[in-house]
């Protein structure tokens, strides 16, 4: 049986929750949790006084629901178990994550799986700046794990990306891959500008060439089948992400890039 926690009010400022995840429910006695404690602004309040509870966590899950943008840290540092969102939710959605799985019935703030290291993100809706990105001042992004985003997504997505793979059904804005290190980055919509800026090595693939706007520093190369587009199409499908499977049948053209940054990231464009 999962734990229900809904939002009594729209709270007038952030309200943060970091740190409510359900191996913390599963250590704590029942009689503790309404007093487990959030923020709002920079005071502190038991949850209870926020949130309605009811159920518990016999299957290590928690369902958030209500009007959740102003609920920011939703799974932050989550390691295991499962969080539903019946909603909106805020930003940082399963940052730094290890393990277990989120799902978002609804859009996303900023930050969504930011250095997640492990796990799954999946929303429904769609998302804000940064996705799988690097928090600013820190070298690394995303270590791993997986982040599906049936709509679309804002700036930098998967900045400073390590490993991992990013998904986004729908458009994607500016800076995409941005100083990317490795892992994947597919992009289902309509594609920003400067994608794979200062990009030393990863994936870029584009499922429409309508609009791909490549940098200078970027140079052509062969046109192919990849076997790896096929298994990361056949891992999608599997997760019911919203694209035909079949996109990873297409051949594609490779280019090399950022030149600037040594050349060895990919970015595969759709021959027509």
């Keep these: 049986m999962a734990l229900q926690l809904t939002l009594r009010d729209i709270p007038p400022v952030p309200l943060e929750v970091e740190r409510l995840l359900p191996s913390l429910f599963q250590r704590t006695p029942r009689t503790d949790w309404p007093h487990l404690e959030v923020y709002l602004g920079k005071e502190r309040y038991p949850l209870a006084e926020w949130f309605e509870l009811e159920g518990d966590v016999d299957d ?3 369902i958030w629901q209500g009007d959740l ?3 920011h ?3 932050a540092g989550m390691d295991s178990g499962r969080i539903e969102i019946h909603g909106d939710a805020g930003r940082h959605v399963g940052s730094e994550m290890t393990g277990g799985t989120i799902i978002v019935r609804g859009n996303a703030g900023n930050h969504v799986g ?3 290291k492990g796990g799954r993100i999946v929303v429904h809706g769609s998302a804000g700046h940064l996705v799988g990105g690097a928090y600013r001042g820190s070298p ?3 270590r791993g794990g997986a982040i599906l985003v049936h709509g679309s997504a804002g700036n930098e997505v998967g900045h400073s990306m390590r490993r991992g793979i990013i998904a986004v059904a729908g458009d994607v804005a500016d ?5 990317m290190r490795a892992g994947t980055i597919v992009i289902g919509g309509q594609a920003g500008i400067r994608h794979g800026a200062e990009m030393i090595r990863g994936s870029l693939v584009y499922l429409s060439d309508a609009s791909v706007s490549l940098l200078p520093t970027v140079r052509a190369g062969a046109v192919q089948q990849p076997v790896v587009l096929r298994l990361i199409a056949r891992y999608l499908a599997q997760l019911d992400f919203p694209l035909d499977a079949a996109w990873g049948d297409r051949l ?3 280019h090399h890039g950022d030149l600037l940054a040594g050349g060895r990231g990919e970015y595969w464009i759709p021959v027509a």
Excluded: D, K, P
């Design 175 to 179: 800076l995409a891959g941005f100083a």
């Design 60 to 62: 290590a899950t928690l």
């Design 252 to 254: 594609y053209r490779i």
């Design 69 to 71: 943008s102003r609920v």
């Design 140 to 142: 690394v992004g995303m």
């Design 73 to 75: 840290w939703i799974g």
């Design 114 to 116: 930011a250095e997640m």
